[in-house]
């Protein structure tokens, strides 16, 4: 059970990232690549906010994305990307397929405490 | 171009004429060279310690002659330049041994072989400024409280990786293609895990070189990531289409790395010191090979990069 999923294939940022939250007294999970967090998500429904990087080995974050959108349309979790990423067509791609928000790297916590607890509490 | 996007090369020198010594001092400082000066009893043993060069220059007479066939049986990839008497026979070098001789004085000559062997590939000022600039920044902002400076950037020849561990990151722009390397210490790297200096945990897990990778294998990506935001506009790259590969051969005893190519690479070594002088400074050599594509004139930076940079890590919600 975890209210926080932190999808990312570098054990720096997983660490960095779920260290932060569970200081903040959340619940965080982690996952390696897009499809541990596909599977994550689909069977922890207690998940409702994934941090997610774009790139990553075995399935990449956007792609990990739609399949949530695809084959849980009734999903309410909430994706942002925490990426190198800073491309506006990436950032596109990835709005359109129903992500919340983009942080491109260095992960600041304290500048996002605030959203997070806004979409989570 | 400023001292921070100047380019250096390292060059091994075995000369025993004084006066030959006088202009070759001359000549470095003119051409932006950084000379080692070496006895012909202790040249084996700086080659072994500096796996950085870029050349090498070597006195005349038997002894220059044997030194350049030892040298270049072992570290093949440095051009080595010999100065010859003008009675002897040019003739009667070996031009596999020696990529070029010249007489005593010749100094106009030898700064066209430099230049052809050496400088012959440009490297746009804003490119080197900016990779130090990502670089500086990532490794400050993924290693707390330290200082990193960086040497001058210099071209090397050598291929022999430092260290224990180094990472490669393809590269890919529609004006450039290879890769980058970051070579570094394994037990440096360790250290500074289990002193804190790093986003990961050194009580969650035994710190061993997996960690290390860890480590190394963020920072590239960041940096790569920088360099995307600043140099890469995604509306101008081409459709791949058929892309050239080449094979990468690594041979771990040698701690060598062939990339198929010649040329020199861009070398930028950078110090890593903590701010309470905690640990012995840490050394990261970030090497460039840019051996599938080189396109120099299509070189742009994007103008909104600074102010990515300055919003990186700030949320944007959609």
């Known amino acids: ?121 | 171009m400023s001292e921070g996007d100047k380019l250096m090369c390292k060059v091994l020198i075995y000369e025993k004429d004084r006066s030959t010594l006088k202009e070759l001092r001359t000549f470095l400082k003119e051409n932006d060279l950084i000379g080692l000066r070496v006895d012909s009893k202790d040249i084996l043993e700086v080659l072994e310690s500096n796996i950085d060069l870029g050349a090498v220059f070597l006195s005349d007479g038997e002894e220059g002659l044997e030194l350049g066939e030892q040298i270049h049986l072992i570290r093949r990839e440095l051009p080595i330049f010999i100065r010859i008497n003008p009675n002897s026979d040019a003739e009667s070098l070996p031009t596999n041994t020696f990529a070029g001789f010249y007489y005593s004085g010749q100094m106009d000559k030898l700064k066209e072989m430099v230049g052809s062997y050496l400088f012959n590939t440009q490297y746009p000022n804003g490119l080197i400024r900016g990779i130090q600039e990502i670089t500086i920044d990532t490794l400050q902002t993924e290693l707390n409280d330290t200082v990193v400076s960086c040497d001058t950037p210099y071209i090397v020849k050598d291929r022999i990786i430092f260290g224990q561990v180094f990472s490669l990151m393809s590269l890919e722009t529609n004006w450039c293609r290879g890769y980058m390397m970051l070579q570094t210490e394994e037990a440096s790297i360790e250290k500074i895990i289990r002193l804190q200096k790093t986003h990961l945990n050194p009580d969650d897990d035994p710190v061993d070189f997996r960690l290390v990778n860890s480590v190394l294998g963020e920072i590239s990506n960041r940096i790569w990531g920088g360099m995307k935001t600043r140099y890469v506009n995604e509306s101008e790259l081409e459709d791949p289409g058929y892309r050239v590969q080449v094979p990468i051969i690594i041979n771990h005893e040698k701690r060598y790395i062939s990339f198929g190519s010649d040329e020199g690479q861009l070398c930028l070594r950078y110090r890593i010191s903590d701010a309470n002088n905690n640990f012995a400074p840490v050394i990261i050599f970030q090497k460039f090979v840019f051996h599938l594509n080189w396109d120099p004139e299509k070189f742009t930076e994007n103008e909104k990069s600074i102010d990515d940079f300055v919003d990186s890590g700030e949320l944007e919600l959609f």
Do not use: H
């Open chain 1, 1 to 121: 059970m975890a209210q926080i999923l932190v999808v990312d294939d570098s054990a720096t940022v997983r660490n960095e990232v779920s260290s932060f939250f569970k200081g903040k007294g959340y619940d965080v999970a982690t996952a390696n690549d897009g499809k541990q967090g596909l599977d994550n998500i689909k069977t922890d429904a207690s998940i409702k906010l994934v941090f997610c990087d774009v790139n990553m080995p075995i399935m990449d974050g956007l792609t990990m994305v739609e399949k949530v959108r695809n084959e849980l349309k009734n999903s309410k979790t909430a994706i942002i990307m925490l990426t190198t990423e800073s491309d506006p067509k990436m950032k596109a791609r990835g709005k359109a397929s129903g992500v919340k928000g983009w942080i491109v790297k260095p992960f600041n916590g304290t500048s996002v405490l605030g959203a997070v607890k806004k979409l989570i509490g």
